[in-house]
């Protein structure tokens, strides 16, 4: 079985940062395209940050040039920085594995971030 388990999240105060893993086992980690999603209550999930297996970024123009998305091979773990951070962050953040062949979605159970003072 895929699993992806997020850690990471807590309480920061604007202005702060924080860093998001996400650890995937049970798959071939390069073959998938990793993201990051967010939702806060009453609103939809909204894309955060992608990153492909060959490396290739995309980010939500809400969060370009404060967060940043790695991944690192040796330890099928995603990353998530998170810079400047405000109380519109403020969200349950998901971990994403898109297979790049065949589109199957696999998810996180998800971890709270809040930005709060």
């Known amino acids: 079985q895929v699993q992806l388990v997020e850690s990471g999240g807590g309480l920061v105060q604007p202005g702060g940062s924080l860093g998001l893993s996400c650890v995937v086992s049970?798959?071939?980690?390069?073959?998938?395209?990793m993201g990051w999603y967010r939702q806060s209550p009453g609103n939809q999930r909204e894309l955060v940050a992608t990153?492909?297996?060959?490396?290739?970024?995309n980010y939500a123009d809400s969060v370009k040039g404060r967060f940043t998305i790695s991944r690192d091979p040796d330890l099928d773990t995603v990353f998530l920085r998170l810079n400047r951070l405000g109380p519109d962050d403020t969200a349950v953040y998901y971990c994403?594995?898109?297979?790049?062949?065949?589109?199957?979605?696999?998810w996180g159970q998800g971890t709270q971030v809040t930005v709060s003072s």
């Open positions: 994403n594995a898109a297979n790049e062949y065949n589109q199957v979605n696999y």
């Open positions: 049970g798959t071939i980690f390069r073959l998938f395209t």
């Open positions: 990153i492909s297996s060959a490396g290739s970024t």
